[in-house]
Structures are given as C-alpha cells and as structure tokens.
C-alpha cells in the first residue's frame, strides 16, 4: 500500500460562476486560472476578464455616441434655413436622450449578450493559456512538485472535464493524507469508466467526510459493484458507500438494493441509523429492507443494547 504524507492545500476560490476564474493581462493578451496576481511575462496586474469585457463594450457604445453626434452635426450643417437648424438640433437632443434612456433601460443586457460574444472570440486564446497551465503542471511533476501540480490541476479542472484532469487529480489525491478540515472533492472526480484509483480515494474520502458521497457517486459503485469487488476489501468498501446514503431517505429509496446486498458490511453506527429509519418509515417499499435489517440486527446485535426494542 501506498504511504501516504501530510499536505496542506491551498484555499480554492469561492466564486459564483466560473468565469469569475479567469484573469487577463491586457498588455499580452493572455489568460490565467491560477492564483498569481500579476503576469509572469510583462509584470502587470491581471484584469478580471469581464473587466476586460466591459471595458470593449464601453468602447462599443462611446463609437455609437460619437456616430449619432456625427449625423446630428452633418444635419445640423446641412441645414439651409433657421428652421431646418432648429429641427435637426431638436431632432438630434431626442435622438441623444433615447440613447441614454435605452443604455440605462438595457445597457445590462448588452453588457451580458456582449460578453458572451467577447468569450467566444477569445475561445482559443483561452484554450492556450490552459494548455499552458497544463505545461506547468507537468513540469512541477517531473520535480517531484506534486502538491502544486495537483492545486493547478484542480483550478484547470473548472474548464476542463475530462478523464484526463479527473485521473490526474485522483492520482495526486492518493499521495496524501485526508483530513475533515481539507476542501476535499468527489463528485467531480467521478470518470466515466471504472477507474481502481478512483474508489481507493473513495475509501479515504468516506473516512472523513462522508457527506461528499452523492447520488452520483451512489451510481458510479453500482454500475462497477463487479470490478469493485475485485479490488482488496471491496465488499466491505460498498458497504460503506452504501452506509453513506443513509443519509437521506431518498437515497435509501433509490439505492436500498445496494444496501440489502451489503448490509453484511454496514459498519455498526450506520446499521444502527438504518434500523431507526425502517422503524419510522414502514412501508411496503422498505418490507424486503425492514426484514434484512431485521435479520442482520437478531444475528449480530441481539444483546446490544442500542439495538433493543428498535425492531
């Protein structure tokens, strides 16, 4: 087995969409995902990329001003008598004031349909600058950098979903130590084949924080319950997925073939809760559930007290 070492990981950003991520410098026209401040190139402080956004669509409707001022001084000039003058310098005020009118009423919108359009012109530039990240990270392992690889890796993970990201970060997860205090991920760790590594990172990850084993995850160990098995103390290691979805009742719903299979498995504090939830929720879905936990209860935990008078 695998020693496992210490690791403190870097903070990740908490941002409300992912976007939020991506720095640019203006001076090189490049795009960042980690965490540095400033451009490794030229020095200069990086721009949030919708900054960089909005600063284009500024421009955008400063030129539109400047074309309506345009056609309102050639009418203006073009004016043979006082009373054309006064109307094309009327005309030109209304034409001035819809256009402020319009940009408060909608210039959000534009802002937005704007950006999307500036994302999509600067795809492959964006594309780049990962792949360069992505140089970085392999750098960092062939010098043995692997807590900076796989913080790198994780930040590029937020534009990337592949396997490939998903194996790396599982690979450099398994190096190190779980802890309950770490920002630890799963569900975005989830291939879309069977993947050994992957479920021995499963196993340490119930270990701490349970919490993070979600209906996909549920999924996932179903699916591949026959290689999982293969794997040493695989019978137990779905057992203990399974004791993870007791946490809701929807879960039990949805996965309680899993947990008949296994509840040979079940540690004793998860049988415990499962026992004190067929006790509450009778029904005729959970009859075949009621009666495993029944029979594994009588079996194993007759004379324990924690156990008596639930079923």
Same mark, same amino acid.
């Given at each position: 087995?695998?020693?496992?070492?210490?690791?403190?990981?870097?903070?990740?950003?908490?941002?409300?969409?992912?976007?939020?991520?991506?720095?640019?410098?203006?001076?090189?026209?490049?795009?960042?995902?980690?965490?540095?401040?400033?451009?490794?190139?030229?020095?200069?402080?990086?721009?949030?990329?919708?900054?960089?956004?909005?600063?284009?669509?500024?421009?955008?409707?400063?030129?539109?001003?400047?074309?309506?001022?345009?056609?309102?001084?050639?009418?203006?000039?073009?004016?043979?008598?006082?009373?054309?003058?006064?109307?094309?310098?009327?005309?030109?005020?209304?034409?001035?004031?819809?256009?402020?009118?319009?940009?408060?009423?909608?210039?959000?919108?534009?802002?937005?349909?704007?950006?999307?359009?500036?994302?999509?012109?600067?795809?492959?530039?964006?594309?780049?600058?990962?792949?360069?990240?992505? /140089? /970085?990270?392999?750098?960092?392992?062939?010098?043995?950098?692997?807590?900076?690889?796989?913080?790198?890796?994780?930040?590029?993970?937020?534009?990337?979903?592949?396997?490939?990201?998903?194996?790396?970060?599982?690979?450099?997860?398994?190096?190190?130590?779980?802890?309950?205090?770490?920002?630890?991920?799963?569900?975005?760790?989830?291939?879309?084949?069977?993947?050994?590594?992957?479920?021995?990172?499963?196993?340490?990850?119930?270990?701490?924080?349970?919490?993070?084993?979600?209906?996909?995850?549920?999924?996932?160990?179903?699916?591949?319950?026959?290689?999982?098995?293969?794997?040493?103390?695989?019978?137990?290691?779905?057992?203990?997925?399974?004791?993870?979805?007791?946490?809701?009742?929807?879960?039990?719903? /949805?996965?309680?073939?899993?947990?008949?299979?296994?509840?040979?498995?079940?540690?004793?504090?998860?049988?415990?809760?499962?026992?004190?939830?067929?006790?509450?929720?009778?029904?005729?879905?959970?009859?075949?559930?009621?009666?495993?936990?029944?029979?594994?209860?009588?079996?194993?935990?007759?004379?324990?007290?924690?156990?008596?008078?639930?079923?």
């Amino acid at each position: 087995m695998r020693k496992r070492i210490g690791v403190q990981f870097r903070k990740t950003r908490k941002t409300t969409h992912t976007y939020e991520r991506i720095q640019a410098c203006t001076r090189c026209h490049t795009y960042h995902v980690l965490w540095e401040t400033h451009c490794e190139t030229c020095g200069r402080a990086y721009t949030p990329i919708r900054q960089v956004s909005h600063a284009v669509t500024r421009r955008y409707v400063q030129t539109r001003f400047l074309l309506l001022g345009l056609f309102v001084c050639l009418a203006a000039l073009s004016a043979e008598t006082l009373l054309q003058l006064a109307l094309a310098g009327g005309i030109g005020c209304v034409l001035c004031v819809l256009f402020f009118v319009m940009q408060k009423k909608y210039g959000a919108y534009e802002r937005d349909l704007q950006f999307q359009h500036f994302l999509t012109r600067e795809i492959e530039t964006l594309k780049s600058s990962l792949l360069r990240h992505l /140089e /970085e990270v392999g750098n960092d392992v062939k010098e043995g950098h692997l807590k900076e690889a796989y913080e790198k890796t994780r930040e590029i993970g937020h534009f990337i979903d592949s396997d490939t990201i998903k194996i790396r970060k599982i690979m450099f997860l398994n190096h190190y130590v779980l802890r309950k205090d770490m920002e630890l991920e799963l569900e975005t760790l989830i291939p879309s084949m069977y993947d050994k590594d992957f479920m021995e990172y499963v196993r340490e990850v119930i270990k701490v924080q349970p919490s993070l084993v979600k209906k996909s995850v549920l999924t996932y160990v179903r699916r591949y319950k026959n290689q999982i098995l293969l794997l040493e103390n695989g019978d137990q290691l779905i057992g203990q997925v399974a004791g993870a979805a007791l946490r809701m009742k929807s879960y039990v719903d /949805e996965y309680q073939d899993l947990i008949i299979e296994f509840i040979d498995f079940l540690p004793r504090e998860r049988l415990l809760r499962l026992a004190k939830m067929v006790q509450t929720h009778k029904n005729e879905a959970w009859e075949q559930l009621y009666h495993s936990t029944k029979n594994r209860v009588d079996t194993h935990y007759a004379f324990d007290p924690d156990f008596k008078g639930l079923l």
